[in-house]
């Protein structure tokens, strides 16, 4: 089984996949009477068509060694996770190589991280480590099929070296 050691969660290292959502660096404007600091639209939510929706997800906690059986994609919209409860959550990701994952890279959040997947990125599923997660989800809200699933006929193992 092949083994893919995470990594720490930056916006550098992510960014072919889509976009990190966390406070980093000057705000880039104070609000509400200089007492909170605005980070500015960080992320680039990308529809094919319908609307932006909200969710509220609850996740069962996973453990590393995580055996990665599967990724999905969503073609016609991105998808964010903004955690709730401040649950770390192991990241899988991987580029398309031909309607199928490619090569996988794996990243585990901070506590305040969350993600913005690009439109069509192959993604693992919802995975908060230890502990049980609350997540809100800001995804595309419409008709048509914004799902596509790989199986991997052998799985994948993230973990630790």
């Not at 600091?37 to 609850?58: E, M, N, T």
């Not at 991105?78 to 890279?105: C, E, H, I, K």
Request: hydrophobic share 45%; charged share 20%.
């Amino acid at each position: 089984m092949a083994r893919i050691a995470p990594q720490p969660l930056t916006a550098a290292a992510f960014a072919a996949f889509g976009d990190v959502l966390e406070v980093a660096g000057q705000p880039d404007k104070m609000i509400n009477q200089g007492l909170c600091g605005r980070h500015h639209d960080r992320a680039q939510l990308d529809f094919a068509d319908g609307r932006a929706g909200i969710s509220i997800f609850d996740a069962e906690p996973r453990h590393l060694p995580y055996r990665l059986e599967m990724m999905e994609r969503h073609p016609l919209g991105s998808q964010a996770f903004v955690p709730m409860n401040g649950v770390p959550f192991l990241v899988t990701v991987a580029p398309d190589a031909g309607a199928r994952p490619g090569p996988v890279s794996a990243f585990v959040t901070g506590a305040a991280q969350g993600i913005n997947l690009h439109r069509g990125v192959w993604h693992g599923v919802l995975a908060p480590l230890q502990f049980r997660g609350i997540y809100a989800v800001v995804d595309r809200i419409g008709p048509g099929s914004n799902l596509e699933e790989y199986w991997f006929d052998t799985p994948r193992e993230v973990g630790p070296d």
